[in-house]
């Protein structure tokens, strides 16, 4: 009896699609992508996205954009008119269905951005029901409370009947377009109950994946294969702008390996929308450490994101509610990333979780300035040391389970480490040493 009493009950239920298990994800922001702005210019990237290595395309919300205080002359993908509509300046529900059928023929998955939280001023729900929507203290519809949303107001989700409707709406897009599932914006905003029940009845069309745009753990227990890695991002930009030290990713693997299930992927980044529109490129996000985080964010426990224009050297603050094209051009980042992809997906270590192996810490005489890992499994193994300052260090390699013999991942010279070598890292420097 004893035994069964204390027994440990699982973190999660969660059930991740086989597919994803070496997965890199890929954010499509349809207005900005191409010239045309439509899913049928965006299906001609596809190829492109296939060689770069990219498994899974999320799509920004595709529905009608309210007109009713709408920012901008295009207004915010996030203020959704109609969840059964599909926004003309995209194309139509066939285009959008060809996007899919194409990208699955290429072996690609597809996810939607879906607003849940809210809806624009006028959307079709207002007049239809009313009483599924939150209220000030006037009585009034309001936005999320103390943000400056203005162009959208808030819906109720102690109504059962919003609750019903939301979910047959998810099930649509499954359903009629095919789609493999939802990054959800704001999933914190929303019942964690609410959102168990959508994976639920989600995975019985078929098996889907689910990103919330949230950083919690309980997310992950019935609900979300995947959560930001907002901290993660924060972290480097600290550490990359010299307001932290290296030191301060150690407390943040250590929150990540803990409060987390150990099956939980998380998604790690460089940019995304937010990041690129309110607060900067990834260049002014991180200068000269932008190359040492992105191979953080592909060799560390995460799943890692590609915000469109990156594999390109986009330098530029794509506008939100306007036009703002991409500049695509030939970029040493297209090379770099189908590298770093290629390793992630042939070395079993690297892949997410819980296919993948923990980081283990390798102590160096200089934490505050480097950061070391080993990520090993049965068949595969890597080692990773990174300069996060911007001088020359001089590293001796301490404790750890690095011993072994590598090659260079970037130089392609072989490496025996039996315990105590020094290393000489330049500023903003970083080692990537797969085992042989």
Known sequence: MTAIKFQPAPASMIKHPEWSKDAVIYQINTRQFTKEGTFAAAKQHLPRLQALGIDIIWLMPINKIGEQKKKGSLGSPYAVQDYYSVNPEFGDIDSLRDFVREAHKLGFKVILDWVANHTAWDSVLISEHPDWYLRNWKGDFCPTPWYDWDDIIELDYSRPALREYMLEVMKFWVTEVDIDGYRCDVAGFVPT?????????????????????????????????????????????????????????????????????????????????????????????????????????????????????????????????????????????????????RLKKGNSALWNAPWGARMVKVENNCPNQVFSFVRQNANDKIFAVFNFTDSQQEVTLKDGPFHGKYTDFFRDEVMVFEGGEKLELPAWDYRLYVQQ
């Open 193 to 341: 109950d609410f959102w168990n029940l959508v994976r639920r009845e989600l995975d019985l069309i078929k098996p889907v994946f689910m990103l919330a745009e949230w950083e919690d753990r309980d997310l992950h227990a019935a609900a979300f294969d995947m959560t930001y890695g907002w901290r993660w991002n924060e972290t480097m930009h600290r550490i990359a702008s010299g307001k932290a030290t290296a030191e301060e990713l150690y407390v943040y693997y250590a929150w990540n390996e803990k409060a987390f299930p150990s099956d939980a992927m998380r998604m790690l980044f460089v940019s995304n929308h937010d990041k690129n529109a309110w607060e900067g490129t990834e260049y002014e996000q991180f200068g000269d450490a932008l190359d040492a985080t992105i191979v953080l964010s592909v060799v560390s426990e995460g799943m890692p994101l590609v915000y469109n224009g990156q594999e390109a050297g986009n330098k530029k603050r794509l506008e939100f509610f306007d036009k703002d094209e991409i500049n695509w051009q030939d970029h040493t980042y297209t090379e770099f990333y189908k590298r770093l992809f």
